[in-house]
């Protein structure tokens, strides 16, 4: 199952450990989600999401303080006993000595953070929810082409990391080439990303190994990219029919998402970079309600009308 250590939450939320002795590396997250345990600190622990990130605001904070001391000890044991992973102190808040100690004794770490109760939420589901995701590992190419993510696939040596050089030339940004990691981040997004040993790197046959960060600058990569578009590279075949007018989207599916689908014919002459770059602004074209080939179809359709 895949899953994020409490230690790499700390370090990407920049929060605080509170309690030094427990084992942060040992705690897996294994659900996106966050619970504010309001309701648990009232005794009501029916329906308890006590595998998420618990989340200590405000509220929570108020009414720890307006407890009895024998109810606190009661309260605290039965939710940290439930082997939650964390709880997270927003605000700069502090546990209370009580809490402190019986986090040491259950081994549950306690941390803060200088952030409001909302602001930390949202960046801890927002990044849950992309490295938790389901993922598969494709052979591509990963660019963005004027903010569009445009993956590019094909047979091995069909010229996929010479077409996304060229773009990177032109201003272009690359994500990954060779091998895509592929997130499903929800029922309408993939996010594409490089594995860290490939990260930054093109391999180029008769060249070798190229570092893209190193050659235009770090303006010239990026970390991950929504998946928008996909270019499918095939040989040219003479006697086969393609489509020229793009009137209806082809599709392909990647952990049940359907994401647009272009095939492109290689033949030399082809610049590559410019028809990947048309590609990427007819397909935002299109999101904005414009499609050049329905139009055309309509003023055919018009001319003819007038000529009946």
Partial sequence: MVGVT??????????????PSVDLGAIVLTHPEVNRPALQLTGFFSHFDKERVQIIGTVEKEYMQMMRDEDKETVYRKLLSAKIPCLVYCRNYQPDPKMLELCEFYQVPALSSSQVTSDVMAEVIRWLKVRLAPCISIHGVLVDVYGEGVLIMGESGIGKSEAALELIKRGH???TDDVVEIRKVSEETLVGCAPDI???FIELRGIGIIDVKTLFGVESVKESQSIDMVIKLEEWEKDKEYDRLGLEDAYIEFLGNRVVCHSLPIRPGRNLAIIVEAAAVNHRQKLMGYNAAQELYNRVQANLNRKD
């Fill in 198 to 200: 490939t990260k930054h």
């Fill in 6 to 19: 409490i230690d790499e939450l700390v370090a990407k939320m920049e929060l605080k450990n509170l309690t």
């Fill in 173 to 175: 940004r690359l994500v």
